[in-house]
Structures are given as structure tokens and as C-alpha cells.
């Protein structure tokens, strides 16, 4: 999900993650220009007012989606046990700042309930720390 932020974030281009510095793998356009800025202006919609604003970093900062996983059914009997959480995975792909964007971050927490709620908050906080570094 780093890599789907990432081509957003860059118009559409996706370059292949390194950990050196100077290695890098040539670009290659995986989504139109037009795509990528249209996904980026609902990504920047789901931080300011949707179900990542726990990923806020102020107006228009951020770029993110959440998501989650269901593991097992969360209706029914046999999903009223236990903790409601431990049913789904949960997770948050993002990057900021969303105009020029600096740093990408995806965040999975394995049976750790909404995407929203656990992993948002997750990345704020990699991003805030990715941001003053920079």
C-alpha cells in the first residue's frame, strides 16, 4: 500500500522503494496524471473529514485512506464474543505534505480493529516524526 501512496504522490509515477541512496530503479507510469490527482484530492478528503482524521496534520496536510480487513465474520453469534477488534485487521496507507509530497507511509496492525481508529493514528504519528526530519 506504500508503493499505491507513493504513485499517487507522484503524479501516477511509481518508482520501486530502495534502501540505499543513488539506487534507484527506473520510473514507470502506472495511473494517469489526471487519475492520480483525483485520488489525491479524495485522499486529502478522507484526512480532513472522513474515516482517517485521526491522521490529521492540519488542513489539507495529509493524503490517506483507511482500511480494514475482516478476518472472520463480524456479524452474527459467533462475533458478539470476545473483543470486536481482534476480527479484523486494520490499516492506513498515506503521505504528506499532500501538495509536495515528502513522505509516504503505510501502517497494517494485524487484529487491531478499524483502519480509522488504530492504524491512522499510527501513521500521524510517522509522518509527524518523517515531516521534522526533513
Known sequence: MAMVAQAIAN???QR??????????????????HTAHTIRKLMV???ARGTGVSAA??????????GTAELESTTGPAATTGDQ?????AWFTSFAPARRPRVVVAVMLYRAGAGGDTAAPAARQVLTT???RR
Do not use: E, W
Not at 520501486?16 to 496524471?33: D, E, Y
Open 85 to 89: 477488534r481482534n476480527h479484523t485487521d
Open 11 to 13: 503524479d501516477g509515477i
Open 57 to 66: 496534520l492540519g488542513s489539507g496536510v495529509v493524503a490517506g485512506k483507511t
Open 130 to 132: 518523517g515531516l521534522s
Open 45 to 47: 478528503a478522507v484526512v
Open 16 to 33: 520501486t522503494p530502495t534502501i540505499l541512496p543513488g539506487q534507484l530503479a527506473p520510473p514507470r507510469r502506472v495511473i494517469s496524471t
